[in-house]
């Protein structure tokens, strides 16, 4: 059974950081491209940050673009999802997902995190 579990967000005020992490168990994590979504109360879900199965390809949302990083660790079945600057419109549910390839649509992608709520305030 395949099961990503996203752990990190919090309450942070802007201009700060915070490290969001999604652990994967049950799948061949170094052959699937990793990838963050994130979904804003009101809206729909949108990209935020995607990861090829070697980490040699990346694509970032251009609203993150600069701030955000996204990382992998496949000795440790980890995706991470460094965000820096943070602004009060980066809050939302943050989700990892798995797919075959890094791609910027979720239909792309086979399994989902159950997600990490990230609050930018002051």
């Known amino acids: 059974q395949v099961q990503l579990v996203d752990t990190g967000g919090g309450l942070v005020q802007p201009g700060g950081s915070l490290r969001l992490s999604c652990a994967a168990s049950?799948?061949?994590?170094?052959?699937?491209?990793l990838a963050w979504f994130r979904q804003a109360p009101g809206k729909e879900r949108e990209f935020v940050a995607t990861?090829?199965?070697?980490?040699?390809?990346?694509y970032y949302a251009d609203s993150v673009k600069a701030r955000f990083t996204i990382s992998r660790d496949n000795a440790k079945n980890t995706v991470y999802l460094q965000m820096n600057n943070l602004k009060p419109e980066d809050t939302a549910v943050y989700s990892c997902?798995?797919?075959?390839?890094?791609?910027?649509?979720?239909?792309?992608?086979?399994?989902w995190g159950q997600g990490t709520q990230v609050t930018v305030s002051s």
């Open positions: 049950g799948l061949a994590f170094s052959a699937y491209a």
């Open positions: 997902a798995a797919g075959l390839a890094p791609a910027r649509i979720s239909p792309s992608y086979k399994w």
């Open positions: 990861i090829g199965w070697n980490a040699g390809i990346t």
